[in-house]
């Protein structure tokens, strides 16, 4: 079986549809959402996208308008993949 799922440690929001998280294997995710734009709770505008946070178990992105992604979601439609930390 493959390794765990990583945890979101970290997420910004830069501009409407793309996010970046920092997770615990040492990477920066940078994704595009957009592709999720047509589902209804789909933030809006800049100022509803920005409100994003981290779910409880960090494993998830909650907007406040309800929209929610999974850290495999961000992972697989991620542009681009930077390492930020060695893992020990």
Known sequence: M???NPVILRVV????????????????????????SRVYCYPASAEAWSAVTVDAE????????????????IIGLADRVEVIARIA
């Open 58 to 73: 960090g494993l998830g992105l909650i907007w406040t308008s309800r929209f929610e992604v999974h850290v495999d979601q």
């Open 2 to 4: 493959g390794a765990p």
């Open 13 to 36: 929001a830069p501009e409407p549809g793309r996010v970046v998280v920092e997770t615990s294997d040492g990477r920066s995710y940078h994704a595009n959402l957009s592709s999720f």
